[in-house]
């Protein structure tokens, strides 16, 4: 994309998106939302810089995507191990009266959720890209 008026449309979006993909991940329990939610949501605002931004952003993003699909991985079974050690099943909650178990989950899965859904933007977004 080479328009001035995109980039810059982007660039001022992008923040907003990824603060509500936040918050929607974090507070997923209390309301309607939770961690695939939050994770398309911040899949969404790394997918508009792509778009407005060109090749050189998706190649950096494709080196250090695998680093967060394994820390996502390890995390959400470190989770569930953890209360299955603690507490005598698998993602028990370990503090009882607080919800630290659905939002540390909610938080893992939207990592999860955007990462798979941001590879494969990166893979079908690498295939047909054209230097700008």
Same mark, same amino acid.
């Given at each position: 994309m080479?328009?001035?008026?995109?980039?810059?449309?982007?660039?001022?979006?992008?923040? /907003?998106?990824? $603060?509500?993909g +936040?918050? %929607?991940?974090?507070? &997923?329990? *209390?309301?309607? #939302?939770?961690? !695939?939610?939050?994770?398309?949501?911040?899949?969404?605002?790394?997918?508009?810089?792509?778009?407005?931004?060109?090749?050189?952003?998706?190649?950096?993003?494709?080196?250090?995507i695998?680093?967060?699909?394994t /820390?996502?991985? $390890?995390?959400? +079974?470190? %989770?569930?191990?953890? &209360?299955? *050690?603690?507490? #005598?099943?698998? !993602?028990?909650?370990?503090?009882?009266?607080?919800?630290?178990?659905?939002?540390?989950?909610?938080?893992?899965?939207?990592?999860?959720?955007?990462?798979?859904?941001?590879?494969?933007?990166?893979?079908?977004?690498?295939?047909g890209?054209k230097?700008?």
């Amino acid at each position: 994309m080479t328009s001035l008026i995109v980039k810059t449309a982007g660039r001022a979006l992008t923040p /907003f998106i990824l $603060l509500s993909g +936040l918050y %929607v991940a974090s507070f &997923g329990f *209390l309301s309607p #939302g939770g961690g !695939f939610q939050g994770g398309i949501l911040l899949a969404s605002g790394v997918i508009l810089i792509m778009v407005t931004h060109g090749s050189k952003e998706v190649h950096r993003l494709a080196e250090n995507i695998d680093w967060f699909e394994t /820390f996502g991985a $390890l995390t959400f +079974l470190i %989770v569930g191990l953890a &209360g299955l *050690l603690l507490g #005598g099943y698998l !993602f028990s909650n370990l503090l009882p009266d607080t919800p630290l178990m659905c939002i540390v989950l909610d938080i893992v899965i939207a990592l999860k959720v955007f990462v798979g859904i941001t590879a494969v933007f990166v893979y079908f977004f690498g295939m047909g890209v054209k230097e700008c």
